[in-house]
């Protein structure tokens, strides 16, 4: 018995691999990855023992075994040795790894998210009594801004925000198709945009909403030649009174669906441990309450003291940076712009006595920001 995880140094993967090592149990858990083992092992060590929770049983990281490959290449780069080693005795598959980029070239996204799915599909082929776990998004519900998303609905009806919607879509449909072609045991699992509170150290992978943080500070510091006020702010001595207005074009009363990371991954776990109600079940990982734009401002507030930041249905004659953040921001920007809900039924009845995930709110999202006089709850 084993278990295989692709991933395991991402965003996510990483809370999924210490939830796994965090289990009763001596099975080996295989992490597949790129580079040499030795530096896969560095990796991923290093991005699961920089978390505090859940607590690892002693000699759980002597569970982990490394096998280098990649999902983008056929077979995943693994030679016919190591392919058999990976499969003999799988009762899990894992499949994490994904490109996750709102903006720019498409190709990179389909041959990472697609292919690289397709890939790892193939290699579950020869092992038939593995349970396949594909980690998918509540946002390939694209542009569907309204209504309750039910768990099983997935359509292209109303088209995609972005290139990574559009082919976490298409991974999903490539799972299902071949869950039902060799009826094989296949969950899916939805999370909404995943964040967290907590510091993240710089050499491991930062969160989702780092790319609006960089937006902005990438702006200032193109504007900080302009004025001596900017230049003090960028060297954290504030702005004394001074004030930075920047309007963002958004819906000033959108919702965004975001979850805390720990949150999903203690779930997902624990959803696959349940008995499943179908060969094929899809899983909505989502938080209960939507965040709404405000607080989502009134975080950046925060983190930006002296910026006042308005959302604004249209932007007129925009700045240098309101014009770099209407460019390159539209892709996470876009996560903010629904009034839909989600369906968790299949979840809750999967997870049984969790309880529901903490409140994201202002102070929550300001402490994911970075703004230090937001304080850690008790």
């Known amino acids: ?223 900080a030649a302009r004025g001596h006020g900017l230049t003090r702010y960028l060297r954290g001595t504030g702005l004394r009174g001074e004030s930075l207005h920047v309007r963002v074009q958004a819906d000033p009363d959108g919702e965004g669906n975001l979850v805390p990371a720990e949150y999903a991954a203690r779930a997902m776990v624990r959803a696959a441990r349940a008995e499943p109600q179908a060969a094929v079940r899809t899983l909505h990982v989502t938080h209960p309450h939507n965040v709404s734009a405000g607080t989502v401002t009134a975080a950046l507030r925060a983190r930006y003291p002296g910026i006042s930041v308005d959302l604004v249905p249209e932007v007129s004659c925009p700045t240098s940076l309101e014009a770099l953040v209407s460019q390159q921001g539209a892709g996470v920007l876009g996560f903010g712009a629904q009034h839909r809900t989600y369906d968790r039924s299949n979840l809750l009845r999967a997870v049984g006595d969790l309880p529901d995930p903490e409140p994201v709110d202002h102070l929550y999202l300001a402490r994911a920001f970075g703004a230090v006089e937001a304080p850690l709850p008790a």
Request: hydrophobic share 40%.
């Open 1 to 223: 018995m084993s278990i295989l995880l692709t991933g395991a140094t991402g965003f996510l993967g990483c809370r999924i691999l210490r939830e796994l090592l965090s289990e009763e149990g001596d099975e080996p858990v295989l992490v597949l990855g790129r580079g040499s083992g030795q530096q896969l092992r560095a990796r991923v060590e290093a991005a699961v023992t920089w978390l505090d929770a859940p607590r690892l049983p002693e000699g759980a990281l002597d569970r982990l075994r490394f096998l280098s490959g990649d999902i983008t290449v056929p077979g995943l780069g693994l030679s016919a040795e190591d392919r058999a080693r990976a499969t003999d005795g799988l009762t899990e598959l894992w499949h994490s790894a994904a490109l996750l980029s709102l903006e720019g070239d498409p190709v990179p996204l389909h041959t990472s998210n697609v292919l690289g799915t397709r890939h790892v599909l193939e290699v579950a082929d020869q092992a038939p009594e593995a349970h396949v776990l594909h980690i998918s998004t509540a946002y390939v519900a694209g542009r569907r801004l309204t209504g309750h998303v039910l768990e099983d609905d997935l359509s292209e009806e109303h088209g995609f925000q972005t290139s990574y919607e559009e082919s976490k879509y298409t991974a999903e449909r490539l799972v299902r198709a071949w869950a039902r072609r060799n009826r094989r045991r296949v969950t899916i699992l939805r999370p909404g945009l995943l964040v967290t509170d907590r510091p993240v150290p710089e050499h491991l992978p930062g969160q989702p909403l780092d790319v609006l943080l960089r937006l902005i500070d990438n702006g200032m510091r193109a504007r």
